[in-house]
């Protein structure tokens, strides 16, 4: 059973529809991260959300952070090609340095 | 600035043999982590380090499976003796120490044990 449960755990749309991607717990974290994980290279920070409530926004991109610090959101708006990917949640329980990983979000734009 | 180094990139090897994995974190950043990738079971963390000290080894799987950061610019993943269960992608990642602080993933081993 993963800590961090992601789903779905795989989206096909076509470009320029809306999608989002929900990362569930039932433990509390004190930050959250979300990468990006590309064929044949490792995962890329996209945002650290740490404050419950929070919302941080990257160009298309929209990440939340609940209020109870247990759950978070990315929306992805008028997705492009470019977005596929794999996505990861990342949750750090205390303010240190040691992630749990989500089991991933594929993402597949078609043009 | 360079970014994390893991060699080799592929490795294909047959069981019983004795792997290393290598990684060169970014320098500056006093975290290590090592992880394992797979299909079934996603992202998991090996073991990491801090300061050159191992500070969690609970996702090591097995006694087959050791790791060592002799020095803060280099770390090793050995396994010894390889089974085909372990064919797997190998991340290596560094961050500074801190609370936030994002980790910066190298390109990863693909491991494959026939």
């Known amino acids: 059973t993963q800590l961090l449960e992601q789903s779905p755990q795989f989206l096909s749309i076509q470009e320029g529809e809306n999608l989002t991607v929900y990362c569930n717990s039932s433990s509390v974290f004190s930050s959250l991260q979300w990468y990006r994980q590309e064929p044949g290279e490792g995962p890329v920070l996209l945002v650290t959300v740490v404050t419950g409530g929070e919302v941080k926004k990257l160009k298309r991109l929209t990440f939340q952070f609940g209020d109870a610090r247990k759950d978070s959101s990315l929306h992805i708006t008028a997705a492009q090609p470019g977005d596929t990917g794999l996505y990861l949640c990342a949750g750090a329980i205390t303010a240190g340095n040691k992630l749990t990983f989500g089991g991933g979000t594929r993402v597949l734009v078609k043009p | 600035d360079a970014g994390v180094i893991q060699s080799p990139r592929h490795e294909v090897t047959e069981m019983g043999q004795e792997v290393t994995l290598r990684c060169k974190p970014i320098?500056?950043?006093?975290?290590l982590f090592w992880y394992r990738q797979t299909m079934m079971r996603g992202l998991e963390l090996l073991i990491y380090f801090n300061n050159n000290v191992p500070i969690d080894d609970s996702g090591m799987p097995e006694d087959r499976f050791s790791a060592k950061m002799p020095n803060a610019s280099f770390s090793t993943l050995k396994i010894q003796p390889s089974e085909p269960r372990d064919s797997a992608v190998y991340f290596c990642?560094?961050?500074?120490?801190?609370?936030?602080?994002?980790?910066?993933f190298g390109d990863g081993t693909r491991l494959s044990i026939l």
């Open positions: 990642a560094s961050s500074p120490t801190g609370g936030y602080q994002p980790q910066h």
């Open positions: 320098s500056g950043h006093n975290s």
